[in-house]
């Protein structure tokens, strides 16, 4: 499964990059506007630092703006993924823009049925919003299993991201429910090498190590 980080904090992309773990990034107008800078702005520094598929979602909501807006974002970098959210005038958008070549996020998608209508359309990924199907009491990840079994039955190409995920099992739980991708926030990419016996384990071999030398005689 690839890990993308879901921010658009530049301090975060380094310190995730500089792991050499993360395949690629997702914002959202959410995430661009806590960074204060424009998107286009925003998003070529955060290509500077990802060299991975980078989505940038538009924030019209009508097809055709939509389809001029999403052009205008895939200019700045070539690895840019255009976001379009799962409307009928973003279903028609995300159509015209993977027709022309362009590759589309649709994002917001709640429902299996949702996310046919994206594969239809030709998406390049589609976003099942798991953090938020849990928020108002379904379960999340059942919407991730029955994505990947429906795309696999009918060989869509169209890529499944679990989005909205909240916690280190949500990430395990998309990797076994089959996602291709899993967008996570800092936070819970930094809580995926938590463990205590690891710690515990490696604090332990350090003072066996040390112990080892200082009692080993210097030779000659
Ligand atoms: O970027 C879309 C999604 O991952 C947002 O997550 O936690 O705001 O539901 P959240």
Redesign the pocket.
Known sequence: MKFFL?TANLDELKKGASWGIVDGV?T?PTLIAKEGRPIEEQIRLICDIVDGDISAEVVSTETSAMIEEGKRLARIHKNIVVKCPLTRDGIRATAALSKSGIRVNV?LCFTAGQALLAAKAGAYII?P?V??LDDVGYTGMDLVRSITQIYKNYNFKTQVLA??L?SPTHVIDSALAGAHIG?MPFKVLDMLFNHPLTDKGLDQFLKDYAKAFQETPVAG
């Open positions: 879901d997702t959202n994002t976003s919003f953090g938020r989005a909205s909240r967008t």
